[in-house]
């Protein structure tokens, strides 16, 4: 039984379209530890984004292995792909991604839903931990951006996943706010213990993290 | 889920209202059309299947639905009377070579009513007259009570009709007679007519003499002289027969009976009974059309669906995504389309059906002899239609939303 909860071998993604096919990521072989504060960076373009929706099962790799918490998911189907998401993985992106239609206790109760949770106090819980509770019925449009990527955290830990995956969440934010939001990072990690791989520009952000992972022209650089 | 589907419909709320309305406007078209038609032809069937007979003789040339054509000669009646129905004695196989031989029983048919069809204009449309003899009415009339005025009797001797259509008298006005009509109360209250009110047919006076409990089957009734007299007929015609046939004849003998007033006759019987089918079959042309009208509106109702549901699944590919990236299947995202047509359909459907029962009242209020059948099965047919409309209106943009991208869509940050 390994204690890594993602091992990358030889992964290769190729974009491809009718006019023309581009290579994203070459040979990617990476294992990031259960528990573990992982941080990617690279420039634009270098596919790190593109390594997150792959690690994420939002994309399948066109060559290699992806085992997540010791389970091989390239051959998965749709739905078992979109099932693990849904059990191990919460994501937090650079823009939120919330749901403007509903109310920030709705949006966390959705994906509690989506995930097949029984509601009972968990979102109460996830608010609390982002202390944002006085803020559960406001919308995503009524809360400032700072507040709107702590309601984004609150559902992405909100069904204590064994793995998070955040994508620039610094990158639309102000200093104190993105200060916030790292120690938001740092004390989930402390506390709960879950895995964290952040895709960031930031060197701060960054330097808070266990490890750092270089990725430049869509490999990964050892220093 | 169904919550992310109502604040979505929410939070577009005329368009959301719009597709509600648009339901609602096809269900309704749908529910009063199929009950004007229907409700029009079983009315008529019904009036006519009051009457205390099994059989109506028509001429093979004459249309029930227009109530016009051929006609009978009462001379007809005594060989009608005359009709016996056969009963075969079957031969025994030992005694095959034998012919059958028929046993003749009793004349099959009891009385025969004629009724002389006229037209006249009353309460702004034009009413069929059934021209009877006033000793039949009864036989119309049934457990219906008159409920003002008198019957025809005495009203319809061979001298007033004489007096009646003496035509200089008429136009001199120096008639004093006039023909006497019977109402139904439905008809009174449409028109406001009552016993001792003066109605015109043609140049002849006409007054109503009685108002009949609704549900005989003419609106309209008259001496059967005094109507042939004013349409110009001095011959003994009718345009139908109801046959009132031995009591002690089962249905089957009751269609022998039919087919042997064919055969001999060689005009048109049915049975009572089977009228509203007769019916139908004449206007199965109308039927088709008022079908095929309800499957139009319907149709375009939903392809209004459809748009409206593309056009959301198409403004909230970001939202979809973000459902991908929760972790939401495909079944879900489908289910989400759905549940949002589904909430449109359903209140559609519900407004379609309450604006029917109010288009029922307003067309009944302006138009009281007008019949809007609402059925109890024809409602859930109708909101069954709105939820399979529902489904299959969500089917296209739910696939739609499953092909989009959620990587490529989130990646435009």
């Not at chain 1, 998965?76 to 749901?99: C, E, M, T, Y």
Request: a neutral charge; glycine letters at 6%; hydrophobic letters at 45%.
């Amino acid at each position: 039984m390994t204690d890594h909860i993602v091992t990358t071998e030889k992964l290769c993604m190729t974009f491809r379209n009718s006019r023309m096919t581009t290579p994203v990521l070459f040979d990617i072989d990476l294992e990031i530890k259960s528990g573990e504060y992982v941080a990617i960076m690279g420039p634009s373009g270098c596919g790190k984004s593109t390594l997150m929706h792959i690690l994420g099962l939002m994309l399948t790799p066109t060559s290699g292995r992806l085992i997540l918490d010791s389970q091989d998911t390239v051959d998965l189907s749709p739905d078992k792909r979109a099932h693990l998401r849904r059990s191990k993985i919460g994501f937090v992106f650079q823009r939120f991604n919330l749901l403007p239609t509903l109310t920030a206790y709705q949006n966390i109760a959705i994906a509690e839903r989506i995930r097949g949770h029984n509601l009972d106090g968990q979102i109460d819980r996830a608010l609390a931990s982002v202390d944002m509770t006085d803020k559960a019925q406001y919308k995503p449009g009524q809360l400032s951006i700072g507040q709107q990527q702590r309601i984004a955290v609150a559902r992405a830990i909100s069904h204590q996943p064994a793995l998070v995956m955040a994508d620039e969440p610094t990158g639309n934010l102000d200093s104190a706010n993105s200060q916030r939001i790292l120690q938001l990072f740092r004390d989930i990690h402390q506390q709960l213990g879950v895995t964290i791989i952040m895709i960031t520009h930031s060197q701060t952000a960054a330097q808070q993290a266990d490890r750092i992972i270089h990725i430049t022209d869509g490999k990964i650089i050892h220093p | 889920m169904f919550v992310l589907a109502v604040s979505n419909l929410i939070h577009k709320k005329v368009r959301s209202l719009l597709s509600v309305l648009a339901v609602a406007i096809a269900i309704t078209l749908l529910l009063v059309l199929v009950g004007l038609s229907h409700g029009t032809l079983n009315e008529v069937s019904q009036r006519m299947q009051s009457v205390e007979a099994e059989i109506v003789v028509r001429d093979r040339h004459f249309d029930l639905g227009s109530m016009s054509g051929g006609k009978l000669w009462e001379k007809e009646i005594p060989h009608l009377l005359d009709i016996k129905l056969d009963e075969q004695t079957k031969p025994s196989p030992a005694d095959s070579s034998k012919t059958s031989t028929a046993n003749i029983s009793p004349p099959a048919i009891e009385r025969v009513i004629p009724v002389f069809l006229g037209r006249m204009k009353l309460a702004g449309l034009s009413q069929n007259v059934f021209g009877v003899y006033p000793e039949d009415f009864p036989c119309f009339a049934g457990p219906r009570r008159l409920l003002e005025g008198v019957l025809f009797k005495d009203m319809d001797s061979p001298e007033s009709a004489v007096k009646l259509f003496d035509t200089e008298a008429a136009q001199s006005d120096q008639s004093t007679d006039y023909i006497p009509l019977i109402i139904d109360q439905r008809l009174s209250r449409a028109s406001g007519l009552h016993v001792g009110d003066s109605a015109d047919f043609g140049v002849i006076p006409a007054r109503i003499v009685g108002v009949v409990e609704t549900g005989v089957a003419g609106r309209v009734f008259a001496p059967i002289n005094m109507l042939r007299g004013a349409n110009g007929i001095s011959a003994r015609t009718a345009h139908l027969f109801f046959i009132k046939a031995q009591k002690s004849l089962n249905t089957d003998q009751l269609q022998q009976l039919c087919e042997k007033i064919q055969q001999t006759t060689h005009r048109s019987a049915i049975l009572v009974a089977n009228y509203s089918q007769v019916l139908r079959d004449n206007f199965r042309n109308l039927t088709i059309f008022v079908n095929l009208v309800s499957v139009i509106a319907l149709v375009i109702c939903f392809l209004f669906i459809v748009v409206t549901i593309h056009t959301s699944v198409l403004e909230r590919s970001r939202e979809i995504a973000i459902l991908h990236s929760l972790g939401a299947s495909r079944s879900l995202i489908l289910m989400q389309t759905i549940h949002e047509s589904l909430i449109i359909c359903s209140l559609g459907t519900l407004l379609g059906i309450v604006c029917a029962f109010g288009a029922r009242w307003l067309i009944q209020t302006l138009q009281p002899l007008m019949t809007v059948q609402m059925r109890f099965s024809w409602l859930l047919i109708a909101a069954v239609i709105g939820l399979v409309g529902g489904i299959l209106s969500a089917l296209y943009p739910g696939y739609l939303a499953l092909r989009h991208d959620p990587v490529e869509t989130l990646s435009f940050e």
